[in-house]
């Protein structure tokens, strides 16, 4: 079992820095969804974005290479659940059509460093496996 070489603090990670603005838009964005939503895509919208930065913490602390690479694919789906939450949420106008637009463009910008940063560990663990 290979140790993860993430001595670094999970604050000091991109991925996690945009993570934590992606949920907080998200939070302000969900403000203005009906009140009858609350419960709802408000709710389930929230989570998803929280657990993102969340997850990359969570495998950012883990010792082996293996589990953070779980954790970053767990954070990646939360990324695609929030943009597909966001998707649904435009379709019957709910919240800001600009805010939407935002948070739609941090949760792509978020993808593309999780993919990037699990495209690098995933090389590294197999030139490590091939040593």
């Given at each position: 079992m290979?140790?993860a ?24 964005v969900t403000?203005r ?99």
């Open positions: 290979a140790v070489e993430n001595n670094s603090s999970h604050r000091n990670s991109s991925a996690w820095q945009k993570g934590m603005e992606l949920a907080s838009v998200i939070y302000k403000q969804f009906p009140a009858e939503e609350r419960f709802g895509l408000t709710n389930q919208l929230r989570r998803a974005a929280v657990s993102i930065p969340s997850n990359i913490a969570e495998g950012k602390g883990r010792l082996t290479t293996g589990e953070l690479i779980q954790f970053l694919g767990i954070a990646r789906g939360s990324t695609l659940e929030v943009q597909t939450q966001l998707e649904l949420a435009s379709m019957p106008g709910f919240g800001e059509s600009a805010s939407l637009a935002l948070a739609q463009s941090l949760a792509c910008e978020e993808l593309k460093m999780l993919n990037a940063s699990l495209a690098t560990l995933r090389a590294k663990q197999a030139a490590k496996k091939q040593r």
